[in-house]
């Protein structure tokens, strides 16, 4: 079964350190591939997505994400977090490229950051 | 104003009770979906709708109902609420691109 693997359930960084989260994705072929943000007490918004052509994306609020075909990979990073960033971060994946909107959702990463 | 929007934004109800939560989207977007969101499970589809009148069960459909008569409306009916059912749902509409509502959180005593 298709899945999407996110590696970190929680991460606690101080404010300006780098961030990277990781995303993993089982599935063989076309891939339309997303990253969505929940502030505390929110609902999702979408920080970024990938869908052809450069993979390395960039996104609100200074994130960007590389897709990595070879390693079935779609890393969320940000090089330097605000306390503002504390939220959960969701990583999620469109198999076979858009035919039925049905996204596959990884578990969740959530992020505190400390000022 | 376009946007996606979700009513009640806070219910509570008791066990055995037919509860309808609604789903308003103004982008004409063909997909629509429901979802539950519970600590630990992330988020589980509960049922989505690919064209008024075309529905299909996700990964969690038992005790909901949902219906699209229209395009713009998607509601969602748990037919006999339980506690189980206590949680937050959030209604999505998709073009290429999933956009989320803000969601309603229900409790069921």
């Known amino acids: 079964a298709q899945s999407v693997s996110q590696h970190n359930h929680h991460v606690i960084l101080s404010e300006a350190a780098s961030l990277e989260l990781g995303c993993n994705y089982s599935?063989?072929?076309?891939?339309?591939l997303f990253w969505y943000v929940q502030y505390p007490g929110q609902h999702l918004q979408l920080l970024l997505k990938?869908?052809?052509?450069d993979p390395l994306v960039k996104g609100i609020k200074g994130f960007e994400a590389e897709f990595i075909k070879s390693k079935f990979s779609f890393n969320l990073r940000k090089p330097s977090v605000q306390w503002s960033d504390t939220a959960e971060y969701f990583c999620a994946v469109n198999a076979g490229a858009g035919n039925n909107r049905k996204l596959i959702w990884g578990l969740g990463t959530s992020l505190a950051v400390n000022p | 104003d376009a946007g996606i929007t979700q009513s009640p934004r806070y219910k509570i109800t008791e066990t055995g009770r037919q509860v309808t939560l609604m789903c308003h989207q103004t982008w004409s977007h063909s997909y629509m979906f429901w979802y539950r969101q519970d600590l630990g499970h992330g988020l589980r589809l509960i049922y989505y709708s690919a064209a008024a009148d075309i529905t299909d069960k996700g990964e969690v459909p038992d005790g909901y109902v949902v219906s699209r008569s229209k395009t713009e409306n998607f509601p969602l009916t748990l037919e006999s609420a339980t506690r189980s059912q206590t949680s937050v749902y959030f209604c999505a509409s998709s073009g290429d691109t999933q956009y989320f509502g803000p969601g309603t959180r229900l409790t069921v005593l």
């Open positions: 990938y869908f052809s052509g």
């Open positions: 599935y063989g072929g076309t891939v339309n």
